[in-house]
Antibody
Framework: EVQLVQSGGGLIQPGESLRLSCAASGFIVRSKYMSWVRQAPGKGLEWVSVIYSDGSTYYGDPVKGRFTISRDNSKNTLYLQMSSLRAEDTAVYYC?????????????WGQGTLVTVSS | QSALTQPRSVSGSPGQSVAISCTGTSSDVGGSNYVSWYQQYPDKAPKLMIYDVNKRPSGVPDRFSGHKSGNTASLTISGLQAEDEADYYCCSNAGSHTLVFGGGTKLTVL
């Protein structure tokens, strides 16, 4: 059974940094197409970032230059390093992965972790 | 990367069919076959319901179907059931390895 278990959310002040983790089991992170997707309170889904199986990474305009997606193959874990956080980054963040191939669909999702940016 | 346009809400009675539209541009929906649909219950993670415009993952009932014409994709749910009441989001490849979601549609089963 595939499980993506997230950690690292919380309350943080504007301008600070935070790292989210997504630990996988039954699923090899290094060979998968994986993304971070966020959802502001009461709002819709917003795509944040992707890492392909070959390691290439891409970002949505609102987070480009501030967020970094990465993975640790030895820990089978996906990360999202977030810096210069703003109030508008407040959201539940989900990690999500594709089962087969580098296609933009997500068969598996983490449970979500809430990030609140507020002073 | 503007969000794809979906109706805020749709409703239908049990047994009926409903369709949810998702309108984009030639840079996303119109120019891509990588269109997908997700179902989301409150406080839960989304679930993939349709991919490649009209394909269903294993385990998704055939009551769910997808279609695309020009810049508009649609999700049709036939034989509505109470358990179908949820939020639905479309998603499309938007070029340059980016994705864009729709604003979401709340389906109410009357």
């Amino acid at each position: 059974e595939v499980q993506l278990v997230q950690s690292g959310g919380g309350l943080i002040q504007p301008g600070e940094s935070l790292r989210l983790s997504c630990a996988a089991s039954g699923f090899i992170v290094r060979s998968k197409y994986m993304s971070w997707v966020r959802q502001a309170p009461g709002k819709g889904l917003e795509w944040v970032s992707v890492i392909y199986s070959d390691g290439s990474t891409y970002y949505g305009d609102p987070v480009k230059g501030r967020f970094t997606i990465s993975r640790d193959n030895s820990k089978n874990t996906l990360y999202l390093q977030m810096s210069s956080l703003r109030a508008e980054d407040t959201a539940v963040y989900y990690c999500a992965g594709r089962d087969v191939g580098d296609y933009p669909y997500f068969d598996f999702w983490g449970q979500g972790t809430l990030v609140t940016v507020s002073s | 990367q503007s969000a794809l346009t979906q109706p805020r809400s749709v409703s239908g009675s049990p047994g009926q069919s409903v369709a949810i539209s998702c309108t984009g541009t030639s840079s996303d929906v119109g120019g891509s076959n990588y269109v997908s649909w997700y179902q989301q219950y409150p406080d839960k993670a989304p679930k993939l319901m349709i991919y490649d415009v009209n394909k269903r993952p294993s385990g998704v009932p055939d009551r769910f179907s997808g279609h695309k014409s020009g810049n508009t994709a649609s999700l049709t749910i036939s034989g509505l059931q109470a358990e179908d009441e949820a939020d639905y989001y479309c998603c499309s490849n938007a070029g340059s390895h980016t994705l864009v979601f729709g604003g979401g549609t709340k389906l109410t089963v009357l």
